[in-house]
């Protein structure tokens, strides 16, 4: 089973609100996710976080061999989560 890092769409018409999820590559956008991870909101007024993301799993998923999407990505250097398994496994050999 191929494992992606996606954002799964939420709020209402023109107000998105995403959530931060762990979801098989086949499984349709709005779908069953296999773990949520976090929150995206990316019109969020206020000097208020954005994002919201559980950095010690998604480093775990990452290592296990999941690939984050493009935007799930950007959120993740922000948090600097390491993004190939590579340096997830040696994040998690330091700790």
Known sequence: M???LRLKRLGRK????????VMDRQT???????EELGWYDPI???????FELNAER????ISQGA????????LLRQKSVPLTAKEALAAQAEA
């Open 2 to 4: 191929a494992v992606v």
């Open 14 to 21: 023109n107000r998105p609100f995403y959530r931060i999820c």
């Open 28 to 34: 349709r956008r709005d779908g069953r996710a296999i």
């Open 44 to 50: 969020k007024k206020g000097d208020g976080e954005h």
């Open 58 to 61: 998604a480093a775990y998923w």
């Open 67 to 74: 690939q984050p999407s493009g935007t799930v990505a950007s």
